[in-house]
């Protein structure tokens, strides 16, 4: 091979471990409905499609689009993209247009799935989920090493994220609030950020974002860092050198929990008491989809 073969080659090979890096090419995890009732039909899929391809459209504008579009219930999904609070419109749209086809490739049939990583989530259903808490089904991360003060670095664990808990909640339009914190010893410095869904209300976000600090202890106490990541809020602590807010990768491993065993079958009906929703319509796409299917894609937002 050629010296300018050679340097092309690693040029993109080094452009590509970079890219994958930036935009968090690797899911966190993805799941598909099993349940043979949740096998969708060709005028689902024709929905689900133009449904997310117009989510995709929206989602980099503000980080955040959700939506529903089908003439009758058993055509018509529910989708939702969440970006994280700090990506780039740029990126936000290649993370979302990623998830819609590695969830498509994995889940083809499934009228129920969702798909995480780090910089955006993508999740649709035959059922309406906006505005409600899912408590139970979470993704644990850590890194494997551990502190030398666990006592001191847990206090200062939770201190940080509570604060920037009620931060999202409370103080940002996006649901986001990502901060730094010194500690007594040396150096160091904790990082941590809290993220929710906009299309939950603050004080929703707050309860999410709390029951999510509150397992930290169970999950990963005294370890460098972890993250609990959520369908509806996720909170990350990692204590590794960071570039303004962007988390910088993990140099050393990290452990997953098992992304098969913390999942429970989705419920096949909505919730009968559903959370009271704080959303309203901020743009009405009109839809003239594939054999005739007149309907409209509804977007919704925060108020």
Same mark, same amino acid.
């Given at each position: 091979?050629?010296?300018?073969? %050679?340097?092309?080659? $690693?040029?993109?090979?080094? +452009?590509?471990?970079? %890219?994958?890096?930036?935009?968090?090419?690797?899911?966190?995890?993805?799941?598909? #409905?099993?349940?043979?009732?949740?096998?969708?039909?060709?005028?689902?899929?024709?929905?689900?499609?133009?449904?997310?391809?117009?989510?995709?459209?929206?989602?980099?504008?503000?980080?955040?689009?959700?939506?529903?579009? !089908?003439?009758?219930?058993?055509?018509?999904?529910?989708?939702?993209?969440?970006?994280? !609070? /700090?990506?780039?419109?740029?990126?936000?749209?290649?993370?979302?247009?990623?998830?819609?086809?590695?969830?498509?490739?994995?889940?083809?049939?499934?009228?129920?799935?969702?798909?995480?990583? /780090?910089?955006?989530?993508?999740?649709?259903? /035959?059922?309406?989920?906006?505005?409600?808490?899912?408590?139970?089904?979470?993704?644990?991360?850590?890194?494997?090493?551990?502190?030398?003060?666990?006592?001191?670095?847990?206090?200062?664990?939770?201190?940080?994220?509570?604060?920037?808990?009620?931060?999202?909640?409370?103080?940002?339009?996006? $649901?986001?609030?990502?901060?730094?914190?010194?500690?007594?010893?040396?150096?160091?410095?904790?990082? !941590?950020?809290?993220?929710?869904?906009? /299309?939950?209300?603050?004080?929703?976000?707050?309860?999410?974002?709390?029951?999510?600090?509150?397992?930290?202890?169970?999950?990963?106490?005294?370890?460098?860092?972890?993250?609990?990541?959520?369908?509806? #809020?996720?909170?990350?602590?990692?204590?590794?050198?960071?570039?303004?807010?962007? +988390?910088?990768?993990?140099?050393?491993?990290?452990?997953?929990?098992?992304?098969?065993?913390? +999942?429970?079958?989705?419920?096949?009906?909505?919730?009968?008491?559903?959370?009271?929703?704080?959303?309203?319509?901020?743009?009405?796409?009109?839809?003239?989809?594939?054999?005739?299917?007149?309907?409209?894609?509804?977007?919704?937002?925060?108020?």
């Amino acid at each position: 091979m050629s010296s300018s073969r %050679l340097t092309s080659s $690693l040029y993109l090979l080094t +452009f590509a471990l970079l %890219l994958q890096n930036v935009l968090g090419i690797d899911p966190l995890f993805r799941r598909c #409905s099993s349940n043979t009732n949740s096998t969708a039909t060709r005028s689902y899929k024709t929905s689900l499609s133009v449904l997310m391809g117009s989510i995709n459209q929206l989602a980099p504008v503000e980080g955040f689009a959700l939506g529903s579009l !089908g003439q009758s219930s058993q055509d018509r999904p529910y989708g939702l993209v969440l970006c994280r !609070g /700090d990506v780039s419109p740029s990126d936000c749209r290649t993370c979302a247009v990623i998830a819609a086809r590695e969830i498509r490739k994995s889940c083809p049939n499934s009228k129920r799935a969702i798909i995480a990583y /780090d910089n955006c989530l993508l999740k649709y259903s /035959d059922t309406d989920f906006f505005g409600q808490i899912d408590e139970e089904n979470k993704l644990y991360m850590w890194n494997v090493n551990n502190v030398s003060n666990p006592v001191l670095f847990h206090e200062k664990t939770i201190e940080l994220l509570s604060q920037l808990a009620t931060k999202a909640s409370y103080n940002s339009t996006k $649901l986001y609030a990502a901060g730094e914190m010194d500690l007594p010893e040396g150096s160091t410095k904790l990082y !941590g950020m809290a993220h929710c869904t906009r /299309d939950l209300s603050s004080a929703d976000c707050k309860k999410c974002l709390d029951g999510a600090i509150g397992e930290l202890p169970r999950v990963a106490y005294g370890k460098e860092g972890a993250r609990v990541v959520g369908h509806r #809020s996720r909170i990350s602590l990692p204590a590794s050198v960071k570039q303004g807010l962007h +988390f910088v990768p993990y140099t050393s491993p990290w452990h997953k929990s098992n992304p098969f065993a913390w +999942f429970r079958p989705w419920p096949i009906e909505p919730s009968p008491n559903p959370v009271p929703r704080q959303i309203r319509e901020v743009q009405v796409i009109q839809v003239t989809a594939i054999r005739a299917i007149i309907s409209s894609v509804v977007f919704l937002a925060k108020t």
